[in-house]
């Protein structure tokens, strides 16, 4: 059983921390601040053997370079000659097996080209996608195109539905609320909206989500759906799901 713990970083980051049946081998996801790491494997007595990188931004590269000199681990992430540190580079269709789990590497540009995720197939599926999917929301446009976010998100959407889906920020409220506005008649997304009110006035990780509550949730999976092309014809061009898709990005970099 591999359990995904949230270390939290900087104001709003988590960096998940994998650990399979209580071995004291363990692997980190985005490690962008080097701190919290350590003074979490610290306290309990952990040694990291693993690192997965999903894309080149400092807020999840940071923690690379003291890491790999204090405990060696193995780097894996994309083919980015930007980032040093990473000893094993990876790109769409490759794999690799961490602590004992095989992840498949899908490229999900968008975001930044470079962006990858991360998937194992399991009872649940685990999928460590960084800055492309958030519960609620998808990452800003900092290089790639909307179609190219559009078509790395419909992908992800395409995952089984109970696959576990761990993103790199605590973006949710600021999403829901984003997405009562985008997808207006949604109960689904408003009853998921109270609970994570609730969990964050508890100081707890909204995350993480699933596939099937994001493809219910989640306006920018949602782009199909009539009443969501409807409400952003108001705010710009929405005839195909691309076209949704694009207006509804455009508009929550303003909200
Ligand atoms: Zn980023």
């Not at 992840?103 to 975001?111: D, L, N, Q, T």
């Not at 997405?179 to 008649?185: E, I, M, V, Y």
Request: glycine fraction near 6%; charged fraction near 25%.
């Amino acid at each position: 059983m591999m359990s995904v713990i949230p270390i939290p970083a900087f104001s709003d980051n988590y960096i998940w921390l994998l650990q399979q049946d209580n071995s004291a081998e363990v692997a980190v996801v985005d490690p962008g601040d080097v701190r919290p790491v350590i003074d979490y494997l610290e306290r309990e007595e952990l040694h990291l053997t693993t690192v997965l990188v999903t894309h080149h931004h400092h807020d999840h590269t940071g923690g690379l370079a003291e890491l790999a000199q204090r405990y060696s681990p193995r780097i894996i992430g994309p083919e980015n000659p930007q980032i040093k540190d990473i000893v094993e580079r990876v790109g769409e269709g490759d794999a690799c097996r961490v602590l004992g789990r095989r992840f498949e590497v899908m490229a999900v540009p968008g975001h930044t080209l470079d962006h990858i995720a991360f998937f194992a197939a399991g009872t649940p599926s685990l999928l460590f996608c960084g800055d492309t999917l958030f519960c609620g929301g998808c990452g800003r446009l900092f290089e790639g195109t909307p179609e190219q976010m559009y078509q790395s998100l419909t992908r992800l959407a395409t995952l089984p539905e109970d696959t576990m889906v761990f993103a790199a920020h605590e973006y949710t409220l600021a999403n829901l609320r984003f997405a009562q506005a985008a997808d207006p008649d949604n109960p689904a997304r408003d009853r998921h909206f109270q609970e994570c009110q609730r969990a964050r006035e508890l100081n707890r990780a909204t995350l993480p989500s699933t596939i099937g509550r994001e493809r219910q949730i989640n306006p920018f999976l949602r782009v199909t759906d009539k009443r969501v092309q409807e409400t952003a014809s108001a705010q710009g061009q929405s005839d195909t799901p691309l076209a949704t898709f694009t207006t509804l990005r455009a508009w929550k970099d303003n909200f």
